[in-house]
Structures are given as structure tokens and as C-alpha cells.
């Protein structure tokens, strides 16, 4: 399998995946200083001027970071691209992007050949999420250099695959670097990710609950006292399926077990979904492993203490 060099600096075969409105500079730092990648929606921007300065907060902080830890370099960070017609922000997000350099963009909702090219152009890898092999393919044929595979179980929009059926069709043609989604929130379940065929786990909602992340401590304390029974998948939100947190969906008005479908032609992911993500909590069914709101530093060496251990027990 090829790798990126990027990826070297990474102490946690770990990306911790965008989350709309949460993520944000304070938590993409952290994560990167603790040796796995950070990442965040260009789209948390807002407006879209403080792109531009958020940027320069993380360039500027790993920088200086580095020049402090030469021996524990912080790991690479990226920005999340919404590549569906209904952004209208991205090619001025882009334009930002390029002034600083992004090492790593990931893209959603679409695969842009223009938008790798320009990845590229200033030195850049582009990741694209899908959710199953179809999508896979037409990604990389337009010129993405690796996947992340978004199984079932995992946060926001998630599939309806297996990660074991998923990871291996991709595998059967497809060498470069894959991120496995999914129910992932330990490091049992990053090492579990390896041995299926991933490189990299790729995990989100158990972030949401750290002290970091730009969430309502309501929603925080949700994820820590839910498990995967309070997960509901629906499309009514955004239009594509995703998977939420039944308590937020029961103070919105709304029966978790009776929700309508959504008409998909009307999604709107650069505003127009705002408010629905905002009082409907995004999450994915691995939080029965998040027991407390902790920072980001601290939840990332418990995981590397986990990482440890299960190769330990398998002998790795």
C-alpha cells in the first residue's frame, strides 16, 4: 500500500474527520499536536473572510509548535470541501486554501477533477469520502489520491456498508492511501481498521465530545451518556442520509422512529442546512466508548494506550 510521506509525523494512524460547526482552529491544533490529523469544513467559516484567519492560526501555532518539539513534529492538518453545486463559497475557499498551502484537502458530495488538479497544483493530496465502491472508482478516475471509505455506523452521512465488504471490494483494485469511518472510537478499532486493509482510521463523533470542540455542552454530555441504541439514520436533515442522536431529535418535536423522507433534490449543504445541524445533533454509533468530556490531547493518548495494547495481545 503507498502512503504519503504526510503521514509520517502521525504518532496515531488516525484523521480526525471535519465536523460541520464544530471543528474548529482551538480543536484542529490540538489534534495535530498530538500526533494525528486535524482537520475542519472549510465552511465553519463564517463569514467567509475568517477562512483566511483561521488558516493563519493553524499554520502559524503547528509552526511554532514544531520549532519547540523537533522530536514530536505535529501531524499534517486538512480542510473539508463541499463540492456540490449548492456551495458557493468554494472557489473563493479554494483560493484560500492555496495562499496557505494545505497539505491535505478532503472533498465530499462530489468528485471535481479541477478541484484535485488544484490540490496538486500547490503540492497538496486530495482525500474523497464515499460510501460505496461505485463512488470509489469515479473519484480516483477523476483524480483523487486516496479514499476515505464511509461504512455504516459513522457519523453525519454516513453508508449503509460494512466496513469488512467495503474496505475489501476497494482494496481489490485500489492501493493508495484509505481512511476507514465508522463506529470508530477506540484503539482497538484503529488497529481493527489495519488488519481489515485501511491505513488510516478516520473518526469523528467521539471528538465532539472534548474540550475543544466548538459544541453545545448539551450536546456533549449526550454523547456521553448515549450508546448506539440512541442513533437514528434518517435523510429528513439534509436530504442524505446520516445518522443522529434521538434525544436532539426528541426536543426538536420530532419522532426518532417516525421520521419522514426528505425530498433529496432540495439538500443544501453551504447554508440552508445550517439551523437543521445546529438543534439536530450529528453523531455515529461508536460513542458508547466516549465516557467524558476530556480534551482532545488526552483523548488521543488514551487511544494510543489502546493501540498499544491490542498489538500487544495480537503479538503485532
Known amino acids: 500500500m503507498s502512503l504519503s510521506p504526510l503521514f509520517d509525523k502521525l504518532r496515531l494512524p488516525v484523521i480526525g474527520s471535519p465536523l460541520f460547526i464544530i471543528s474548529n482552529p482551538k480543536l484542529v491544533i490540538a489534534q495535530c499536536q498530538a500526533g494525528i490529523v486535524g482537520s475542519m469544513p472549510a465552511l465553519n467559516a463564517r463569514p467567509a473572510s475568517q477562512l483566511d484567519e483561521w488558516l493563519a492560526e493553524i499554520t502559524e501555532t503547528l509552526a511554532a509548535w514544531d520549532r519547540a518539539h523537533p522530536e514530536q513534529p505535529a501531524a499534517p492538518y486538512a480542510i473539508n470541501q463541499i463540492v456540490h453545486k449548492t456551495n458557493d463559497r468554494l472557489e473563493h475557499d479554494m483560493t484560500v486554501c492555496a495562499k496557505y498551502r494545505v497539505p491535505i484537502v478532503i472533498t465530499s458530495l462530489g468528485a471535481r477533477p479541477e478541484i484535485n488538479q488544484a490540490v496538486h497544483g500547490w503540492g497538496g493530496i486530495v482525500l474523497h469520502d464515499i460510501i460505496d465502491n461505485t463512488f470509489a472508482h469515479k473519484a480516483i478516475d477523476k483524480g483523487a489520491d486516496g479514499l476515505i471509505a464511509v461504512a455504516a455506523g459513522a457519523g453525519g452521512h454516513a453508508g449503509v456498508k460494512s466496513p469488512f465488504a467495503l474496505v475489501q471490494e476497494i482494496r481489490e483494485w485500489f492501493d493508495g492511501p484509505l481512511a476507514l469511518s465508522g463506529s470508530i472510537a477506540t484503539g482497538d478499532a484503529v488497529l481493527a481498521a489495519q488488519a481489515m486493509g485501511a491505513d488510516l482510521a478516520y473518526i469523528g463523533s467521539a471528538f465532539i465530545a472534548t ?55 432540495k439538500m443544501n449543504f453551504a447554508g440552508g442546512a445550517t439551523k437543521a445541524w445546529k438543534d439536530i445533533w450529528g453523531c455515529g454509533q461508536g460513542i458508547g466508548a466516549v465516557k467524558a468530556v476530556v480534551p482532545a490531547a488526552e483523548m488521543v493518548a488514551r487511544m494510543q494506550r489502546e493501540y498499544a495494547l491490542a498489538r500487544q495481545r495480537l503479538s503485532l
Open 211 to 265: 474540550q475543544e470542540a466548538r459544541a453545545a455542552d448539551a450536546y456533549k454530555q449526550c454523547i456521553v451518556a448515549s450508546t448506539s441504541d440512541d442513533i437514528v439514520y434518517s435523510n429528513l436533515f439534509t436530504g442524505v442520509h446520516g445518522n443522529y442522536l434521538k434525544p436532539s431529535v426528541r426536543n426538536a418535536g420530532l419522532d426518532p422512529d417516525n421520521l419522514p423522507v426528505s425530498d433529496p433534490s
